[in-house]
């Protein structure tokens, strides 16, 4: 399970992430919402598109602008839609569960 963690508590968990240019991508639903508020920032990504940004709120302390994602990513990054990236000390921890194959393992 892979984890994202800033000030002790855990901001997002998955089993796996979608790596992009050394950075993981947590998919939507692994968030854990009550730690992100919505920025103004905006960012552009030549081949990504535009990035929008969520400030971290943990324990009174927040950290500006420390996770981004791309709602409307180009056609070339729509595997990371919505998923979520972290950084400015916000850290990932643990390892990717291995893919299960389709037949269960049978």
């Not at 508590?9 to 796996?16: F, L, M």
């Not at 000390?89 to 569960?97: F, I």
Request: aromatic share 12%.
């Amino acid at each position: 399970m892979l984890r994202a963690v800033w000030n002790g508590q855990v901001i997002a968990e998955a089993p796996r992430t979608v790596i992009v240019e050394g950075n993981h991508y947590f998919p939507p639903e692994s968030l854990n919402q009550q730690y992100l508020t919505p920025s103004r920032t905006r960012s552009l990504c030549f081949w990504k598109g535009v990035a929008r940004y969520y400030s971290l709120e943990v324990d009174g302390l927040t950290n500006p602008d420390a996770a981004w994602y791309y709602p409307k990513p180009s056609p070339l990054a729509r595997k990371i839609k919505d998923h979520v990236a972290f950084w400015q000390g916000a850290r990932v921890e643990g390892t990717p569960e291995p893919d299960r194959p389709a037949d269960g393992g049978k």
